[in-house]
């Protein structure tokens, strides 16, 4: 079978190792892919939002399954381009359609959809540049801090969280009517800050049958304790240690049906990840955002932890037969560090060749940000360069494992965080 992942980042390279891993013969094409997919199948300089040229690959190379790793791709309309084309309706995209994409895409629609359905989640107002005036009003009905999101993607840049009410003010000018974070900021949604602990919970759905898949928890902050800016992720755990049974099936009952089913009736249709960011407030569960991928560097830790033929489930997806699928899961903690480029999340250098990547011993290494030199060195070429993946009893263990693996490799400017874990 021969199977396109669209992205490259770490996300691509996991969800490329474990397709690889199928007992089924699959020629794998990753485009545009990192230096590690290149070691697996074929990258292929193609952008995500090529959609002309995705199809010109597709027929060209005959493939029969295409995996969406980024957002972007999604929110555009692949699926919807592929269905619309009597050449390629038959090739499952696993993915969802441009309308239920719109639960990452926009904000504002995400909340309307937890509001219709009854789903847990901050009290919201959101507001545009014509009713600027209203959102200061609702300002001062909330205690700092104070959240504010663009309502359109803005590339992981756009939630801000402030501690005073002229802060926060300020940055509302700032995105409506300066135009911070350009289009993604014609609308902003204000919401009540939650207080708790966080976790991320996934689920895969055929448009009909779900699975709910390993939690995970990641660490967004640049700086240890989680302090600094945000970033794309510098570290995840897989499973949460406090998310039990009691709690997994209140996430299940209030969050995980009600959105399958919410789908359905508004019908938004789905065949792909659901990524639900949840926040625990006492003992119950709210949900933060939605995102209709998978999330980096989670995949890290949750696709290692799944036994099953990955192929298999994408098939059962594509043909809404996700129910005869019974999902094995690795009882063990996996855990993550990721490596980042000097000044990350802020400017950096790329070109930097990595070394010690072939000393690494127990570990699973993702590529994020690499690609090859011509001398066919890997280098750096992002900023979250490499992911390092071990598994333990629990997550001091499978962290010790993976720290121990980072400590062996260098790039001019590395960095990372020393303390993944340390809220648990």
Excluded: C
């Amino acid at each position: 079978m021969n199977i396109l992942i669209l992205g490259s980042g770490g996300r691509e390279h996991a969800l490329a190792w474990k397709l690889n891993r199928s007992p089924m013969p699959n020629k794998l094409f990753i485009a545009p892919g990192n230096g590690g997919t290149s070691r697996i199948g074929h990258n292929i300089p193609i952008g995500v939002k090529d959609f002309q040229s995705i199809k010109e690959l597709v027929l060209g190379e005959r493939i029969q399954m295409v995996v969406v790793g980024p957002e972007d791709p999604l929110v555009n309309g692949i699926h919807d381009f592929f269905l619309a084309d009597s050449e390629l309706k038959h090739i499952p995209v696993i993915g969802p359609q441009k309308k239920a994409a719109m639960l990452e895409g926009s904000k504002e629609f995400a909340k309307e959809f937890m509001m219709r359905h009854q789903i847990p989640t901050a009290r919201y107002e959101s507001f545009t540049a014509r009713t600027i005036e209203r959102g200061y009003e609702f300002l001062t009905t909330l205690e700092p801090p104070y959240v504010l999101k663009a309502d359109g993607l803005a590339a992981g840049k756009g939630v801000v969280i402030l501690n005073t009410l002229q802060e926060a003010i300020t940055e509302l000018d700032s995105m409506l009517l300066e135009e911070k974070f350009g289009n993604a900021s014609t609308t902003v949604v204000i919401e009540e800050f939650l207080d708790g602990i966080e976790l991320s919970v996934f689920v895969l759905t055929d448009g009909k049958n779900y699975k709910v898949l390993p939690t995970a928890k990641d660490y967004k902050r640049i700086g240890e304790g989680d302090t600094g800016l945000n970033t794309g992720g510098m570290g995840a755990i897989s499973p949460v240690p406090f998310a039990d049974k009691e709690f997994m099936d209140k996430i299940e009952e209030q969050i995980v049906k009600p959105t399958v089913e919410g789908l359905k009736m508004d019908n938004l249709p789905y065949k792909g990840f659901i990524f639900i960011g949840l926040i625990k407030v006492g003992n119950d569960p709210k949900v933060i955002e939605y995102n209709v991928r998978l999330g980096d560097p989670e995949t890290e830790v949750v696709i290692p932890r799944i036994k099953n033929d990955l192929v298999e489930i994408f098939k059962a997806i594509g043909n809404q037969t996700l129910d005869t699928i019974t999902l094995d899961l690795d009882e063990r903690t996996a855990a993550t560090v990721m490596t980042v480029s000097g000044g990350y999340p802020g400017s950096y250098a790329k070109g930097k060749q990595i070394h010690g990547i072939d000393n690494i011993t127990d570990s699973l290494v993702f590529h994020a940000g690499t690609t090859l030199s011509t001398e066919g060195q890997v280098i750096t070429n992002g900023g979250r360069v490499m992911a390092i993946t071990s598994f333990g009893k629990d997550f001091k263990e499978a962290l010790k494992t993976s720290y121990k693996n980072v400590e062996k490799l260098s790039f001019e400017g590395m960095n990372y965080r020393k303390d993944i874990g340390f809220d648990l």
